[in-house]
């Protein structure tokens, strides 16, 4: 008798180590992670960036009225506004190999509102291939794209392929078209 006791109290000790283990695990990869930035006037700031558990890629530079994303891996930069949340890597699949959401702080909340997606090239490729579609040619920073204007389970929304190294970038915007076209203007390839 005395024997099931010590093991019903071994067995809880145990469950309870493994909920609170499990716990701080998610805890730390969700949580969003701090980084010091040297704005323009040489003040550091702190600007809060959704990383999923990853090192930050890009770096932000804190405006005025928009906030500036530079990621020299990949070689693009572009302003969104200040109150905008920026998530880095906020999905994965085989051919996304790098992706970032903007959103607004507060409003309608959608999945990906803006989508910067670096993907494999076969995936940009395909995946407008089904989709009844307007496409048109583009510009944007003096490279030459294309750009794919549909519906999505009744969202209007856009998407621009554009070629980068080895891989192709998808800037896709969902009902922000005011923010997307702010987005856009300031997007930059890094020379």
Known sequence: ????????????????????????????????????????????KTQIVETKGTKLRG????????????????GFEFKFLRDWKLEENSFGS?????????????????????LINVVLPEFADRSFNSVEKITSEIIVDGI????HEYEFE?????????PLGEYKIILGINIYENG????????????
């Open 1 to 44: 008798m005395k024997k099931n006791i010590i093991t019903i109290y071994v067995i809880i000790f145990i469950v309870l180590l493994t909920v609170v283990g499990a716990s701080l695990f998610v805890f730390s990869t969700i949580k969003p992670k701090q980084k010091i930035i040297n704005s323009n006037n040489g003040e550091q």
């Open 59 to 74: 770096v932000i530079i804190e405006g005025t009225e928009f906030n500036t994303y530079r990621n020299e891996e990949f």
């Open 94 to 114: 085989y051919y996304s190999k790098f992706n970032i959401v903007l959103s607004p702080s507060t409003g309608q909340k959608v999945l990906f509102p803006i």
């Open 144 to 147: 030459s794209g294309i750009k």
């Open 154 to 162: 009744g969202f209007s929304e856009t998407a621009i392929i554009l």
């Open 180 to 191: 997307y076209n702010d987005f856009l203007k300031t997007f930059k390839f890094l020379k």
